[in-house]
């Protein structure tokens, strides 16, 4: 299929310096949270997080292209970066998923918002461990059964349709089978200790209720990485290209949360720019073989789509029941 790209352009050097960044940067972060210690993120602290993550990521970027410049010529450096950046906003967009549902699981729980940062901060190393394990799965199954795409393409195509529909009435938490297998081999305790993943109650060692948040989110994350995996596979073959920019995406997660949480009643109408890009990405895979839809083609999709979807919800207003468009 016409998605898979050569060469890969990943090296020791290249992996290398990359994880070199990735580490600096989230040794600052823990750092600052360990100085700053429990806080509430306010507005104004996640807008900072959120533009430096965007910045590393550009001059990644910016790198990236140089790099791949001097080894593999200008027209390929160009090709990289874009796929970078398509595989990059299509993991950010996707991942808008998953705040809603974190927003969901800390409300449940009724952790204060002091905590959250905490559980999100380690909620990010480990999807980060659990993407790459992922990705690399993928790139051995594309490259031993190129066939598979096909299957990639139709599963999202189902998964954009299924989207468009209308929600079922989701079952309370603690009746679904992940909570209740959490909790029948998982000690925890009724209270939390501070923000501590554990305490001490009558001599036994037992998870606080901020473990047991901490293994849902991250067990979110997999459900929610068996849409978004498959769907940069449209955009790249590259492994290199691939877990770059999943990853920058997912560090830049945590502070996209605090950005959208408190509004997240205000996107009424993104769940179906979601859809579409999920429908989309799907087409292009399956018709790959006969159509090829260039990456800058892609990314204009996810963005509009995406954009057009949050900017139409900011005009409708929540009216009894329903809603109007102003």
């Known amino acids: 299929m016409n998605t898979i790209t050569y060469p890969d352009i990943g090296n020791p050097l290249f992996y290398t ?15 600052s949270l360990k100085q700053q210690g429990a806080h509430k993120i306010r507005f104004r602290e996640a807008i900072l997080w959120s533009v430096i993550w965007i910045t590393v990521s550009c001059l990644f970027a910016v790198w990236l292209y140089f790099a791949v410049r001097e080894r593999l010529g200008a027209d390929l450096a160009q090709e990289k970066v874009m796929e970078f950046f398509t595989a990059y906003l299509l993991e950010k967009s996707l991942s808008v998923d998953n705040i809603f549902v974190f927003l969901m699981v800390f409300v449940y729980f009724k952790i204060p918002d002091e905590y959250q940062h905490r559980i999100l901060l380690y909620g990010v190393l480990g999807a980060i461990i659990m993407r790459i394990v992922m990705i690399l799965l993928g790139v051995v199954l594309v490259q031993k059964f190129a066939w598979i795409l096909y299957v990639f393409g139709a599963f999202l195509m189902y998964s954009g349709i299924k989207m468009m529909l209308p929600e079922k009435e989701d079952r309370a938490l603690e009746e679904t089978p992940l909570y209740r297998t959490l909790r029948k081999i998982l000690p925890v305790s009724q209270q939390n200790n501070g923000d501590k993943f554990f305490t001490i109650e009558n001599g036994k060692r037992l998870a606080t209720p901020l473990f047991l948040v901490l293994l849902i989110i991250e067990s979110s994350d997999v459900l929610f990485a068996v849409d978004s995996i498959p769907a940069i596979f449209s955009v790249t ?17 945590r502070a996209m949360y605090f950005l959208l949480a408190g509004a997240s009643n205000r996107f009424v109408l993104l769940q179906y720019g979601l859809a579409f890009v999920l429908f989309f990405i799907g ?13 800058a083609v892609s990314l204009a999709v996810v963005f509009g789509a995406i954009g057009a ?6 005009k409708v207003k929540p009216q009894g029941d329903g809603s109007k468009i102003e």
Do not use: E, Q, R, Y
């Not at 087409?283 to 990456?295: F, Q, R």
């Open 237 to 253: 073959s590259d492994p290199f290209i691939l877990i770059t920019s999943n990853i920058c995406a997912i560090l830049g997660l």
């Open 309 to 314: 979807s949050m900017l139409i919800s900011l």
């Open 283 to 295: 087409v292009k895979m399956l018709i790959a073989s006969w159509v090829h839809i260039p990456t």
């Open 17 to 31: 310096i990359f994880g070199i960044m990735v580490t600096i940067m989230i040794a600052i972060d823990m750092l």
